[in-house]
């Protein structure tokens, strides 16, 4: 599975973005899709997931701020970000899942990773 991720840029505190990130190499539909982000000397962690079923999942501190969804027709799962904070400045990488659980958090459960996208969140 490969993974393309775009979108990300230089923005505003309160803006909104919209990351997008395209799959090819395997049926999307049956892959649990993710976002994570790693800003400047800090672990990679998690941001947000969508199980194949739709279902979503995301961290406390992004909660009501950003939706994670998919369009299976187009191989393609998205994070739309809105209320951005200086704090969310950092590479956001998607990451696709081919286990069979679904809402998968950890890094070590994901399979496939995109390139990653910086955001830049300026006040």
């Known amino acids: 599975v490969q993974l393309q991720a775009s979108g990300g840029g230089l923005v505003q505190a309160g803006d909104s973005l919209r990351l997008s990130c395209v799959a090819s190499g395997r049926t999307f539909s049956t892959l649990h899709m993710g976002w994570f982000r790693q800003a400047p000397g800090k672990e990679r962690e998690f941001t947000a997931t969508?199980?194949?079923?739709?279902?979503?999942y995301y961290t406390d501190s992004v909660k009501g701020r950003f939706t994670i969804s998919r369009d299976n027709a187009k191989n393609t799962v998205y994070l739309q970000m809105n209320g951005l904070k200086i704090e969310d400045t950092a590479v956001y990488y998607c990451a696709a899942s081919s286990g069979l659980a679904g809402l998968v958090v950890p890094v070590s459960r994901y399979d496939y990773w995109g390139q990653g996208t910086q955001l830049t969140v300026s006040s």
């Open positions: 969508i199980s194949r079923g739709g279902s979503t």
